[in-house]
């Protein structure tokens, strides 16, 4: 028996677009001998559809969708497509209205249903707004084989494995119980660093303990602030990967599944991404590109500051867009240094992208003319510093705005994290390309990048002019100022933001690694007054376990008590 | 049996503090011979803490803060503290790891704790998020009484009341068969337009379907986009309001439970807001002066273009600030008409508002010189528009960062919807007055405000000019320009949005109430288009039943698929 893994690439909300592509892969798998085709989850909406799933009509439109689809689809194929459908009980037993679903089409029509069991509330997920949960196992028989159906989340709750329960219920055990044959796994997972690995692990262990073999198949492209990365995968009954779609790429991918020993037979395995910087680069260029194309650009422009991120940013774009496509602008002020037009300019050439310079020092002027009867007296700080931020932001948009190009942001983790960025300044754009990247991260990514020759690059090895890597880092919004005036080494604030945003230590434990009291809790607050700042800055492509995106929900208005340690002697001093 | 109701206003993760209220609060009620205190939903931490509740030494905090507090509240006193609590059995079976608590305390310490068995998951609310739902009915004996403990939500699903089921139990009904005599619900619940109405004729409703009385504990005060209205309310057994705290502000009500008639005497009843102009209003000053205070601003500025948003949000700041401490920025360009000065500084004189006036016509010109030779061969159009937008957002921000004052920004809820705003321009600030307030609303509360004596505001009746009121809505971007350039009248926009909106009708649906299709399928792509605007404004005060906030939560790079109707012409025409 043959399965093909179709490694799709949905537009959220474009049903016919998606049912499209589901039924080209669908000829195509035919073609090459397929008896089933499995397709990710929700596939024919795509995910995250997100609150699309409140409107009615839009679930109606699915059903419609389903419906044209069963009519046009080879009727020997048995295909599984990824939609929703009604919970029915929902007025009498209460629940939320939907079920998130995968539909058995074969022979012209829709034989069954299968529902999500797991429904992720974590983190970007928000499914228990949206789904009842799915009360039975899902078999499906095709004849050769009994196939357990699990829906993503639905693989993920092996107490052994994690060494905790989640959820109460474990699916796989009700498959094995049921005596499937072969599980599989239709997901939209997405991508973070090391994800990959974990996946493989978890489906390996799965794979051996049950003595079964298993089909993971994953959505693949970039959706606002999620990319998900395909590498979609299939493990034999001992536990090893015969197969592998590829990477950040759609990808269609034959099984055959052996009947006698009710085994999945080796196939073609794309090679494992071992190396992290690789990895992320194809990521936020993955993320770029697609973000671009479903919202209608084909043409991006940035701002190029000389400095390490918009360099990188601007590789990220040429890659993206193709070096035609992306217009780098430089706006130096009377604080930039010489050395950052020529690094930019530099970067430009090497990349083959075109560049203008729009220097804002009559801006400046203009602005400063303005506001002087109101800020006589005052000294020049932080308000003046993002004057010069914000005249640069404007200057981007307009010609964002007059040529129709996406501008892409180009701050980092780290400065998202502590606010050393400005509101309506240079956080300004339509996709922040490495919101997720902390800043030791973007040098390792430049250094790496440094090393490769990628045709889509405008020349080979070396793109990121030396001096980029080597110098200060500086925002240049004063004279002679070096980020390291106001922050520490970004060693040592990438380890500290690390621990707190990502692996939620207190303070305590971080200054128990071995980071001064002082600096942690001065960190730490600034991490909380930047809130406001990120709540209004573009998506920003995710690539950690916890991204200021979607799946970060914090309040503004809100006072940090001093960790627990310190309730004690302030609590009735007042 | 005296029972107080303590209508708190916390500040979220301020722990400390909301303490040192609960605890003054006691005291004062246990002066007034109370013997039961009851405090809102998750009362220490503040509703609602968001990801806070993620963080290990946040729920440690939490813990601590709540020693500290049962060892210094009246010993004689019973006291409901909202909290949370750790559930312990989530490594073995599963579930999040914390319960939304009531803690009971009495004679220095934890008695008892209650855990919320219905957990909101949609629009605002993501309890699924961080909580696992209680499993028992709540009693709390207090001798005179069994009283039945809900928390927000668990009272929210009377199949009877709403005609639908949204939960598998009804943990009401669960406290009559244990025989509770008095209910009680300590909640944390947002206001929109109608909500009181809603609640009181549900309170009642349960009331006199069982026969028990009802005792009904809200939050008051503003937390970021939502704002608590206080009102709590006791209803006797026959379904009669007997007690009613204040809106919009914090109270201490005492109410007496008469062990004999099993019922609650008559207290006092503050009067029910019958107009919904005044309640919009005293929800939005109260949302404003929170949000500040809360982040730590005494003063504010905001843009007065002298149209009818601006002057809203002007009165709306001044109740909020002070007139003293709010700064109006009039900055006029060349398309700006005369009147709209004059009228600027007519509604600042009536508020008795300070402004300053900063021309914008040399940084137009300057930015037009600059982009000139990038531009040329171009019409002027939405990039230059937007640029006077944006020169306006620089100037208030400089004017923000400069003197520490709060942005309140003035975009209305249907330009919002429809992108009729300038992302980086008008739509800059720390927080969006009057967001969700529809723009035939603003003239609704406009109309209102002038027939009011407030001593809040500078002067009496007619504050808001009568020009303002009467002349053609314009962004005055370009010469003689007026939003039904662009747009459908206010009226027939605001119920296409409402529809679309709040309603979640389909174009079908919305077109056969009566609105021409073309303008219906064009608003629609309009709403959908400006989605990426939305994502990056600041928080906006929510007051209607589906605000662009927290509780929106929409793709950006997504197709919308003309409406199911539509599906069968364009499948397979591709």
Known sequence: MKIAIAQLNPTIGDLVGNAAAIQTTAQQAAHQGADVLLTPELSLCGYPPRDLLLDPSFTEALETALQQLEANLPPQLHVLVGTVQLNLD??????????????????????????????????????????????????????????????????????????K???????????????????????????????????????????????????????????????????????????TVIARAQAFAPDLLLLTYD?????????????????????????????????????????????????????????????????????????PSPYSSDHSIQDAEDLARNLGMTTVQLPIAPAMHTYDTLLAPLFAGTESGVAEENLQARIRGNLLMAIANKFGRLLISTGNKSEMAVGYCTLYGDMNGGLAAIADVPKTRVYGLCHWLNQQKMPELGR????????????????????????????????????????????????????????????????????????????????????????????????IAAQLTKHPENIHLEFFAK
């Open 90 to 163: 929902t007025l009498a037993a209460g629940g939320k209205p939907l079920f998130n679903t995968v539909a058995h089409l074969y022979a012209g029509q829709v034989q069954q249903y299968f529902h999500k069991r797991l429904l992720p509330t974590y983190d970007v997920f928000d499914e228990d707004r949206y789904f009842a949960a799915g009360r039975d196992p899902n078999l499906l028989d095709v004849g050769a084989c009994q196939i357990g159906i699990t829906i993503c989340e639905d693989l993920w709750n092996n107490a052994d494995f994690w060494g």
């Open 165 to 239: 329960r989640s959820y109460a219920i474990d699916p796989v055990v009700d498959l094995v119980q049921e005596k499937a044959d072969l599980i599989i796994n239709l997901s939209a997972s997405p991508f973070c660093v090391g994800k990959q690995e974990l996946r493989e692990a978890m489906l390996c262990h799965h794979a051996q303990h049950y003595d079964r073999p298993l089909i993971y198949v994953n959505q693949v492209g970039g959706n606002d602030d999620l990319i998900f990365d395909g590498r979609s995968v299939a493990v034999n009954r001992q536990g």
């Open 259 to 331: 009947p006698h020993t009710q085994d999945l037979q080796p196939s073609r395995v794309e090679p494992a991404v071992t190396d992290v910087n690789a990895e992320i680069w194809s990521a936020l260029v993955l993320g770029v590109r697609d973000y671009a194309q479903k919202c209608g650009f084909s043409q991006a422009v940035l701002g190029l500051s000389g400095g390490i991120d918009s360099s990188l940013v601007a590789a990220i774009a040429t890659a993206a867009f193709g070096s035609d496509n992306v217009l780098g602008v430089l706006m």
């Open 460 to 555: 080979g090895l070396g793109v990121i002019p030396e001096s980029v890597l080597t110098k200060p880092p500086s925002a240049e919004l004063k004279p002679g100022q070096v980020d390291q005036d106001s922050l520490p080494p970004y060693e040592v604030l990438d380890d500290i933001l690390y621990r707190y945003v990502d692996q939620h230590q207190s303070s305590q434990q971080i200054i128990e690694a071995g980071h001064p009291p002082e600096l942690v809790h001065r960190i730490m607050q600034m991490v909380k007054r930047a809130e406001f700042k990120r709540r209004q800055a573009p998506p920003g492509l995710k690539i950690t376990d916890r991204a200021f995106g979607t799946g970060w929900r914090m309040p």
